[in-house]
């Protein structure tokens, strides 16, 4: 019902900033919550960020302060706005639609195929 390609992903030093963006298609884009995951080599894929339909938000409390999560459902797109970031932010970022706005990958039915963010020091 819903398909999911992200884009943004690049390389950008340490205190530096990117703007991930997600691009869906399905006719019922607003209904879903929208989340972004990200997973490093070796380690299990984790939760970022959650934009409800609603739009209210949360956060992983590593990324609370520097990461603004968005959407624009006139363009069926969400945003991830990454500033300060740091080393540890680098992996492949994923984009993810669910019913319900949790902070739980299990929970996400839809999945983009990701976008790399390496953050050099």
């Known amino acids: 019902q819903v398909q999911l390609v992200e884009s943004g992903g690049g390389l950008v030093q340490a205190g530096g900033s990117l703007r991930l963006s997600c691009a869906a298609s399905g006719r019922t884009f607003s209904s879903y919550a929208m989340g972004w995951f990200r997973q490093a080599p070796g380690k299990e894929r984790e939760f970022v960020s959650v934009?409800?339909?609603?739009?209210?938000?949360n956060y992983a409390d590593s990324v609370k302060g520097r990461f603004t999560i968005s959407r624009d459902n006139a363009k069926n797109t969400v945003y991830l706005q990454m500033n300060s970031l740091v080393p540890e932010d680098t992996a492949v970022y994923y984009c993810a639609a669910g019913r319900r706005p949790t902070m739980t990958k299990y929970d996400y039915n839809y999945w983009g195929q990701g976008t790399q963010v390496t953050v050099s020091s």
């Open positions: 934009i409800a339909w609603s739009g209210s938000t």
